[in-house]
């Protein structure tokens, strides 16, 4: 979930669901104090790891982050985590859309799956933004159950990266064209 509203400088986001552990904070600032634009969790570096997480759902991410990493020239681990944090001061090169505003033909609507993860980890890195991976330990879920759809999510996921590389393109050619 999105919120407005934010007065600080840096904005955290991760799942609600009692998941993610807010003592992790402190690690994610300090990657970017120390010089990177976008600080992304990572259950799959040393130090992270995952309670929850099935084989199934292992391997999807593992082909969705081989994608993203072709697509964008990253070398992301973990594509589909959400435990993100950045500099508040980057939200409008990010050019999200307003969280009211009605969605395009072949656009997502805000905040409408799981795609949000990969909108910004696609968009830091076509803005040539200093990543960093942080690790991170993903409990069982505390509250409420899981709205992951294993294939049909994915299939959203790996349609939001063909979206934003097409993005990606349109936005070099008309840097060229200037």
Do not use: H
């Not at 669901?17 to 259950?43: C, H, M, N, Q, Y």
């Not at 001061?89 to 072949?106: H, N, T």
């Not at 997502?108 to 909108?119: K, P, S």
């Amino acid at each position: 979930m999105w919120v407005r509203g934010g007065t600080g400088d840096v904005i955290v986001m991760f799942d609600a669901d009692g998941s993610a552990d807010p003592a992790e904070i402190p690690e994610f600032v300090s990657a970017l104090v120390t010089g990177a634009d976008f600080a992304k969790g990572s259950r799959f570096v040393p130090g992270g790891g995952s309670e929850d997480i099935t084989l199934l759902r292992k391997s999807g991410n593992a082909g969705l982050n081989g994608v993203a990493n072709a697509f964008f020239g990253t070398a992301y681990t973990d594509l589909c985590y959400g435990y993100n944090a950045f500099w508040a001061d980057l939200l409008p090169l990010l050019e999200l859309p307003a969280v009211d505003a009605a969605a395009d033909d072949d656009e997502m609507l805000w905040g409408d799956g799981f795609e949000i993860e990969t909108v910004l980890n696609c968009r830091v890195a076509a803005a040539g933004l200093q990543i960093v991976e942080v690790p991170s330990m993903e409990r069982r879920r505390i509250y409420g159950q899981s709205n992951l759809r294993t294939f049909a999510d994915g299939a959203r996921v790996l349609r939001t990266l063909l979206a934003e590389r097409r993005r990606m393109g349109r936005r070099r050619a008309d840097a060229a064209l200037r």
